[in-house]
């Protein structure tokens, strides 16, 4: 059942092209702060941290505070299924805008 709860949560997290979208492109830079992911894929503060809650809330990004900026990354240790997710967003982050860096961090 486990494995079922999962597949769900993954594929509720992944259901939206802008989330997919943010976890390609933390995927391709590693570590990313909210600005640097509005600024990159032209979206809105709210909705970006709306999505990164989600995402977190689902297992595939983890939240790191650096100073007084929070920086999101890919989990550790992904599950099978979201490295199958993970295979598929590869090439999609390859063709995503060059990010563009905080100037403040």
Known sequence: MEELEEAVRLSKAM????????????????????CEVCDTLKLSQPLVSRHLKQLKEAGVVDAQK?????????????SKLLNAYLEILKPEGEKLAPLVRCQIR
């Open 15 to 34: 259901s939206d092209i802008n989330r997919m979208q943010i976890t390609a492109l933390i995927q391709r830079e590693g570590t990313v702060c909210v």
């Open 66 to 78: 650096e100073g007084k900026w929070v920086v999101y990354s890919l989990v550790k240790s992904p």
